[in-house]
């Protein structure tokens, strides 16, 4: 069995039960709560299994956490990895956080709105690139001032 983000289990050797933040990797879970903890998962037993809205919703706000825990990275790369990617402007805005993705930009994916966004913006940026171009194509020389 592997654990999931959002499962409820007994860390045997603390006999504390922990809230996972983020799926089983490398045989290890890491919960929620501070200070950050790791553990093997052989040490654990399930206690209540997440629903996947649970898993999903564990997994974004540990996303959405402070950048220097471990644990964020470890939810950020968790969630790239779904079948369906979150919008990874959505998760980190309060916009739509389970808002999901339709089509990726390099390695970010975007849902719907947000890659119109993204298409509008860089549109305007490249029409004042244009015309930058034109203005410098243009550009008339200055003149010498005359030498007195």
């Known amino acids: 069995m592997t654990f999931r983000a959002g499962d409820v289990v007994l860390h045997r050797p603390s006999g504390e039960k922990w809230t996972l933040a983020c799926d ?14 790791y553990a093997k998962a052989a040490d654990c037993t399930l206690l209540r299994a997440a629903t996947d ?10 996303a959405k956490g402070p950048r220097d825990h471990y644990r964020r990275g470890v939810a950020v790369q968790q969630l790239a990895r779904e079948p369906h990617p979150l919008c990874s402007i959505c998760v980190d805005t309060s916009c739509d956080p389970l808002g999901k ?4 930009a390099g390695d970010v994916p975007l849902c719907d709105r947000h890659l119109a966004d993204a298409l509008d913006g860089a549109r305007a940026r490249l029409r004042e690139a244009q015309s ?3 203005r410098l194509e243009n550009a008339q020389p200055i003149a010498p001032e005359p030498s007195t």
Do not use: M
């Open 24 to 37: 089983e990797e490398r045989a290890e879970v890491i919960c929620c709560g501070w200070p950050e903890s």
């Open 53 to 62: 809205e649970d898993r999903l919703v564990t997994l974004l706000l540990v």
């Open 101 to 104: 993705a339709t089509r990726r």
């Open 132 to 134: 930058t171009v034109e």
